[in-house]
């Protein structure tokens, strides 16, 4: 009896190599399948920071665990895309180097080589396998895998009542200021808590009293994420004028002429210097460009107050209560971050 | 089988904390206040300047001088920029003073305010809270933050690494560089600065 007869009775993979296929593709699969939530907006390669900056000073609640739990996985699959996958393969290259003649070495090679390229793409297809099958079995479409094992919109923080001890804020680093990452500055009634970016319109709780003070009412979420985007429109309200010829204006650089009716309100009369009359700033602009007369000047003038700028932002996010009118992505990132 | 998972198990909790132990990021330590305490007066015995203060900060006897809150609680004195003839008031938002670059909007009387002129920044001053924004205007965003440490440094009486202690942020718009804004760029000689392209 030859030698290929022999080989042909072999089976080409026992059973002890089909379960070393088998469970790291199953564990690659089942840690895999929780990854994509996040992926839309993360991604991988994901190196941290597994806690959210930005909440990591506020007791973590459903939404947090979650985010948490994905942001793990991001990483395994991280590590093993970035730092195992490259050993495994030249693992794999150097039996192959070594066993020029030997087949079963060359066999070992070449499994462990298709097993790791098998591994990544599983790993990176498990959310479509397991959302598919999940669709196909409920009946719920296919998001019903995202609510499962996403935050979901749930709050990433417990609210804590007000009485108790609240979280540390944040320190600061001698030399690089508050700015970067908020820091907390209160807790509203609902125990979410006041962020600030900076000074001025960066400050969530002067945002909201601006707001206020024009009749309009924010959340503190709300009031969160406008202090977000001042940072991104106008540097806290320091630059109120970064393109001179629009008719953008104040710490959220809201339009004067479109925009002109959120500037007719009690903040903003009170700024122009004249209470009760609406300042009917599109008389002030054409096309929207200045026409430098004496009611654009005013507009101006009124919406670099803070309190009048607050009340024309609060007036449009009334209107647009996704803050559709702040449409950059730096805007939007704020939006998705902190009006939540 | 078991063995295998077990290995496996335990080869991922390893490269786990490997990982985590790496990559996680490092919180900078904290610096040591400047100084504690309040600021002290020291006799001039007639040198032509005289010494003020924990910041080191040098000044012509009689030069107005004022005490200013630092991020790390201590307080330090330096020249009295608020009264400072550059330096304009913000009408619009009282307690807030442009120490450079303008406020963007004048007043019915012709008035406009600003502080002292200058192309590429503007730094803000918020008395309540004691806290500087500086606003980068203008490419190239290295340039222009050189040039308002300088204009800082100079106003305030204070070296570049005493800059780091005050509480500021240093910002761009989005209009200005996209992605450098809403990031606190830091001054450049402190720690945790970003470095930005020449």
């Not at chain 1, 994905?70 to 730092?83: K, Q």
């Not at chain 2, 009689?62 to 008031?89: H, Q, W, Y």
């Amino acid at each position: 009896m030859g030698k290929g007869a022999a080989a042909a009775r072999r089976p080409r993979y026992d059973a002890g190599m089909r379960s070393r296929i088998l469970l790291p593709a199953l564990f690659l699969v089942a840690a895999g399948a929780f990854v994509l939530p996040n992926v839309t907006h993360a991604a991988i390669p994901f190196f941290g920071p597994i806690i959210p900056a930005g909440n990591d000073t506020c007791p973590a609640g459903w939404g947090m665990f979650m985010i948490v739990i994905n942001n793990i996985v991001e990483l395994l699959i991280t590590l093993a895309i970035v730092f195992v996958a490259p050993l495994t393969i030249a693992w794999a290259g150097f039996l192959y180097v070594v066993n020029p003649v030997d087949p079963s070495g060359m066999s070992r090679a070449k499994s462990i080589l298709w097993n790791t390229v098998f591994g990544i793409v599983i790993a990176l297809a498990a959310w479509l396998i397991v959302d598919a099958i999940l669709a196909a079995l409920t009946n719920q479409g296919l998001t019903y895998w995202a609510s499962l094992v996403g935050s979901n919109g749930t709050q990433p923080c417990l609210s804590v009542a007000s009485s108790l001890r609240q979280a540390a804020p944040p320190t600061t680093t001698a030399g690089l200021a508050v700015g970067t990452t908020p820091t907390v500055t209160g807790v509203g009634a609902g125990g979410q808590q006041y962020l600030s970016f900076g000074s001025g319109a960066c400050v969530a709780t002067a945002v909201q009293q601006g707001a206020t003070s024009g009749g309009y009412s924010l959340t503190v979420a709300q009031s969160n994420t406008l202090a977000c985007i001042a940072q991104f429109e106008s540097t806290c309200g320091s630059n109120l004028r970064p393109n001179p010829a629009s008719s953008a204006a104040g710490a959220f650089q809201v339009l004067l002429q479109r925009n002109s009716a959120c500037y007719n309100n009690a903040a903003c009369e009170q700024a122009a210097g004249q209470p009760g009359v609406p300042l009917n700033c599109q008389n002030g602009f054409s096309g929207g460009q200045s026409l430098n007369n004496a009611t654009s000047q005013m507009c101006y003038a009124a919406a670099a107050n803070l309190a009048c700028a607050a009340s024309a932002a609060a007036c449009l996010v009334q209107a647009n209560p996704n803050f559709s009118d702040w449409a950059t992505p730096s805007d939007q990132s704020c939006v998705r971050t902190y009006n939540i | 089988m078991m063995r295998i998972l077990a290995i496996g198990s335990l080869a991922v909790i390893v490269v786990a904390a490997i990982a985590f132990y790496v990559l996680a990021p490092k919180q900078p330590q904290q610096q040591a206040p400047a100084g504690s305490g309040a600021p002290v007066t020291l006799p001039s015995a007639g040198e032509t300047t005289v010494t003020v203060g924990n910041s080191g900060a040098t000044f012509a006897p009689g030069e107005p001088n004022m005490s200013l809150t630092l991020a790390t609680g201590s307080t330090t004195v330096v020249k009295d920029f608020i009264t400072s003839s550059t330096t304009g008031k913000d009408v619009q938002n009282p307690g807030v003073y442009y120490l450079a670059g303008s406020a963007g909007y004048c007043l019915a009387d012709g008035t406009c305010p600003h502080g002292a002129a200058v192309s590429d920044f503007i730094i803000t001053y918020d008395s309540s809270s004691e806290f500087f924004t500086i606003s980068l205007t203008e490419e190239p965003l290295a340039t222009a933050r050189a040039d308002a440490e300088q204009f800082l440094a100079t106003t305030l009486g204070l070296s570049d690494m005493q800059l780091c202690d005050l509480k500021y942020t240093v910002l761009t718009n989005e209009s200005v560089n996209a992605f450098f804004a809403g990031k606190n760029l830091g001054f450049s000689s402190c720690p945790g600065a970003t470095v930005l392209p020449q």
